[in-house]
């Protein structure tokens, strides 16, 4: 089995900055795409960005040149760092992988737990 942890959420003011880390951990062969998705209350879970295994990445158009995706194969960590935080980027935060691991060599979408930002003055 596989676990991905989020951590580095928190309340912040319009125009901060923040940045997320998720460490994923367990019986990992490998680690495919990776992206960071938000639920904002009363609202449905949308994706905020992902990166491939060969870096490409991808963004919703509300946070491109604000949010920058990044990884680091060797920590198996996905980051995303926040800048020119708006209210609207209110939500609960949760990362993801496509995770193949050595128990039984299956591969399937892993999440984390989720991670609370909030952007209010």
């Known amino acids: 089995q596989a676990q991905l942890v989020e951590s580095g959420g928190g309340l912040v003011q319009p125009g901060g900055s923040l940045r997320l880390s998720c460490a994923a951990s367990?019986?990992?062969?490998?680690?495919?795409?990776m992206g960071w998705y938000r639920q904002a209350p009363g609202k449905q879970r949308e994706l905020v960005a992902d990166?491939?295994?060969?870096?490409?990445?991808n963004y919703a158009d509300s946070v491109k040149g604000r949010f920058t995706i990044s990884r680091d194969k060797a920590k198996m960590t996905v980051y995303l760092q926040m800048n020119s935080l708006k209210p609207e980027d209110t939500a609960v935060y949760y990362c993801?992988?496509?995770?193949?691991?050595?128990?039984?060599?299956?591969?399937?979408?892993?999440w984390g737990q989720g991670t609370q930002v909030t952007v209010s003055s």
């Open positions: 367990g019986s990992i062969f490998t680690i495919g795409t």
């Open positions: 993801n992988g496509m995770i193949t691991t050595t128990t039984n060599w299956a591969t399937r979408t892993y």
């Open positions: 990166i491939t295994n060969g870096g490409n990445t």
